[in-house]
């Protein structure tokens, strides 16, 4: 497809027999803001971890801004920038210093990375807590520190894995204008996952909805609302994949913040 | 500025910022020479040892290395945890940089908490031939590159906490106590000395102890081969298991 700056054709992913995602394609439109949706499981990290080169793909071919994220995965990265599901800041930091971070990890030349800086942080509101470790930061203050730093080398697509999970109605809106307003001035693509259908229909400009690794549907939150007859993008969304709920297992990782938690209610 | 710098400098700066953690860290060391190093040196001396602190302390700086370093590569895991791990590898640098960045930064942490373990030593009564200090410095920074590369080992492969207690009781305690750190190895029952000669670390120890007081048991052309061949070894192996890492 032409204009098309991510590319997905015939993807698949198996592991150790279980097929997470199964011949997925898609492509996404230089400049629109794309979800990517579906329940728990469906296969939605693992799709952004393969268009992001942490995975390599079973089967099938991608392109991201024109490279292959398995042949040349530091031109891709270079391409993009990633808010993670999970927080990925450097708590012991500060807020200036991990934006200095990651402008070194990607060869920013310094000045440029100065001037970044300084017109990011200041964009979402941060430029006078520059000086202060992150570990002091609320949730959504972290949140807008990542986006802020994701775009920090430029990016052409921005990847945001659940941005505004774990938020309040307030910050969620907050992070939303600063995502738009950022991706207008830098004229970036932006393809994020939600489970929060308001907001993918609102935000969305092109809506893909995953489930059992396939895509199910794809288009305009209107077209999708259309062809399953329902009100809002969350009648659409529980007709295409049923009422049932999905288990996640879960990971080493997940039982060990959990024990983090458990620990911080104690002290 | 260079990707692998500022992974260093990070490494030095979150050592200095966890006042806690570093005035902890010195701890453990200072309480096995106060403990050991006063309780067992009368018993020592009349053994015919000398003063038993002199003996001691290259050991004890190489615990204190040790365990820094080790501690350092398992900070993987806990970047893991917080998420800053993945920051780093879908950053546009090869994984061979992000290794080299914190296994240096690691090192350098681990020789600075050394130099400090050192200095402690000073102060509880410990008397080093000058002359040799350079090659103490070298012998330090080589246990300190072995052991961030177990510990980058380690942590690569280790999916969370779980298997804290694990590494600190079959691998770092082990190092320790089956070293030369704490007693002389000549006159050592035949199994416990080949325990000794088989383990790395008793390497770094002689040779620290060597340079410092004078008197190598292994000679400081082996200690030097060995600690040398082993920490490139070790730190090959850390790197390539650092690369295997998926997130």
């Known amino acids: 497809m032409m204009g098309a700056i991510i590319e997905a054709c015939d993807l698949v992913k198996r592991f150790n027999g279980f097929t997470a995602v199964d011949h997925v394609s898609f492509a996404v439109p230089e400049g629109v803001i794309f979800g990517f949706l579906g329940p728990n499981g469906a296969g939605k990290t693992t799709t952004i971890r393969m268009l992001t080169t942490v995975l390599s793909p079973s089967e099938g071919r991608l392109l991201i801004a024109g490279h292959d994220p398995v042949k040349e995965p530091l031109l891709v990265r270079r391409a993009f920038g990633i808010v993670f599901q999970d927080p990925s800041l450097d708590g012991e930091l500060t807020a200036a210093e991990n934006m200095e971070l990651h402008g070194v990890l990607y060869r920013v030349p310094r000045a440029e990375r100065r001037e970044r800086v300084e017109a990011l942080l200041r964009f979402v509101g941060l430029w006078e807590r520059r000086g202060d470790y992150v570990k002091r930061f609320s949730g959504g203050m972290r949140r807008r520190l990542e986006i802020a730093r994701a775009l920090l080398h430029r990016p052409r697509i921005l990847f945001l894995d659940e941005p505004t999970a774990g938020l309040d109605p307030q910050t969620r809106n907050q992070i939303w204008e600063f995502i738009r307003g950022l991706c207008r001035d830098e004229h970036v693509t932006v393809f994020f996952t939600t489970h929060y259908m308001e907001e993918a229909e609102r935000v969305a400009d092109q809506i893909a909805i995953i489930d059992h690794g396939q895509i199910v549907a794809q288009g305009t939150a209107t077209t999708l609302r259309q062809e399953t007859g329902g009100r809002t993008l969350e009648d659409a969304f529980i007709t295409l994949t049923g009422h049932s709920i999905r288990e996640a297992e879960a990971t080493p990782i997940d039982r060990m913040r959990m024990m983090r938690q458990v620990w911080r209610g104690r002290r | ?247």
């Not at chain 2, 006063?38 to 053994?47: C, E, I, M, N």
């Not at chain 2, 590369?149 to 804290?164: E, K, N, P």
């Not at chain 2, 000395?193 to 620290?208: E, I, K, M, Q, T």
């Open chain 2, 1 to 247: 500025m260079n990707p692998v710098f500022i992974l260093w400098r990070r490494q030095l700066k979150r050592y200095f910022r966890a006042r806690a953690r570093m005035i902890g860290a010195l701890g453990q060391p200072i309480l096995f020479l106060l403990a050991l190093g006063f309780g067992l040196g009368p018993t020592f001396a009349r053994a015919g040892r000398g003063d038993y602190v002199q003996f001691l302390a290259p050991g004890i700086v190489t615990m204190g290395i040790l365990f820094n370093a080790v501690f350092s590569g398992i900070e993987i895991i806990w970047d893991r945890q917080f998420g800053f791990l993945k920051e780093t590898l879908v950053a546009p640098v090869s994984r061979l940089e992000i290794v080299l960045g914190r296994t240096l930064g690691g090192a350098t942490v681990a020789l600075i908490h050394g130099s400090i373990v050192f200095l402690v030593c000073l102060v509880a009564g410990f008397r080093p031939q000058p002359l040799l200090l350079p090659l103490a410095l070298l012998f330090m920074a080589l246990i300190a590159f072995m052991c961030t590369g177990i510990g980058t080992a380690v942590g690569s492969v280790l999916q969370d906490m779980q298997g804290f207690q694990l590494i600190i009781n079959f691998i770092v305690l082990p190092l320790f106590f089956f070293s030369s750190a704490l007693f002389p190895v000549p006159e050592l029952p035949e199994a416990m000395r080949l325990a000794v000669r088989l383990n790395p670390l008793s390497y770094g120890v002689d040779g620290l102890r060597g340079a410092l007081n004078g008197g190598f048991v292994f000679g400081a052309a082996i200690d030097l081969a060995v600690l040398g061949g082993l920490a490139a070894i070790l730190l090959a192996i850390g790197a390539w298991l650092f690369s295997k890492i998926e997130v």
